[in-house]
């Protein structure tokens, strides 16, 4: 999911934003790559030209073109066009690394798996929280996600500083990038 505007960031197309000499997407896309993903797929949208210019020239990457309707209505119309499993991916994920990928897909079942971290990793981070997502009131969404056919969906708490850094306000982007300096890249 890389098509939304980024304005509470206010450093133009969020996906594009460089945290430690990378942009974002980037280093969800590497991610992906050194995982056990074989397709990968990029929803893009008229608010992020330059996104969907950068996406449609990587030979690895299939784009879906949405309107930039919202968050949930993209990521349907996108999900729409996919056979499940569908592992969805925000374009805000800095820290993501192929080995969480994997280990988030090992704990994967028939059910969508949704993945969300403590609200206290979060705070303990200095990180932003989104106090309308909140999940039995001690969870966040981590923007990480198991799409399947059933109507059912399971919540998994994983508490990783990698799924906890969202970068949505500039705070978030000296915190991830502080943090990549410590975790590095990778596992």
């Given at each position: 999911m890389c098509g939304g505007r980024g304005t509470r960031l206010g450093a133009g197309e969020k996906p594009l934003t460089s945290i430690g000499g990378r942009v974002l997407v980037d280093r969800v896309l590497t991610a992906l790559a050194e995982s056990q993903?074989?397709?990968?797929?990029?929803?893009?949208?008229?608010?992020?030209?330059?996104?969907?210019?950068?996406?449609?020239a990587d030979p690895g990457v299939t784009t879906i073109e949405t309107p930039g309707a919202g968050y949930v209505s993209d990521l349907k119309q996108a999900l729409d066009?996919?056979?499940?499993?569908?592992?969805?991916?925000?374009?805000?994920?800095?820290?993501?690394?192929?080995?969480?990928?994997?280990a988030i897909l090992d704990r994967h079942t028939e059910r969508s798996?949704?993945?969300?971290?403590?609200?206290?990793?979060?705070?303990?981070?200095?990180?932003?929280?989104?106090e309308t997502a909140i999940v039995a009131g001690e969870w966040l969404p981590s923007g990480l996600n198991?799409?399947?056919?059933?109507?059912?969906?399971?919540y998994k708490a994983?508490?990783?500083?990698?799924?906890?850094?969202?970068?949505?306000?500039?705070?978030?982007?000296?915190?991830?990038?502080?943090?990549?300096?410590?975790?590095?890249d990778g596992s």
């Amino acid at each position: 999911m890389c098509g939304g505007r980024g304005t509470r960031l206010g450093a133009g197309e969020k996906p594009l934003t460089s945290i430690g000499g990378r942009v974002l997407v980037d280093r969800v896309l590497t991610a992906l790559a050194e995982s056990q993903i074989d397709t990968t797929y990029a929803t893009i949208s008229p608010h992020s030209p330059e996104t969907a210019r950068r996406l449609r020239a990587d030979p690895g990457v299939t784009t879906i073109e949405t309107p930039g309707a919202g968050y949930v209505s993209d990521l349907k119309q996108a999900l729409d066009a996919l056979e499940p499993p569908v592992l969805t991916v925000v374009a805000d994920l800095p820290l993501l690394s192929g080995a969480l990928v994997d280990a988030i897909l090992d704990r994967h079942t028939e059910r969508s798996l949704a993945v969300c971290v403590p609200i206290g990793r979060k705070r303990a981070l200095g990180v932003s929280v989104d106090e309308t997502a909140i999940v039995a009131g001690e969870w966040l969404p981590s923007g990480l996600n198991v799409v399947e056919r059933a109507d059912t969906t399971q919540y998994k708490a994983i508490d990783s500083i990698r799924l906890a850094v969202n970068v949505n306000r500039p705070r978030d982007a000296m915190i991830g990038t502080r943090l990549l300096e410590v975790l590095g890249d990778g596992s």
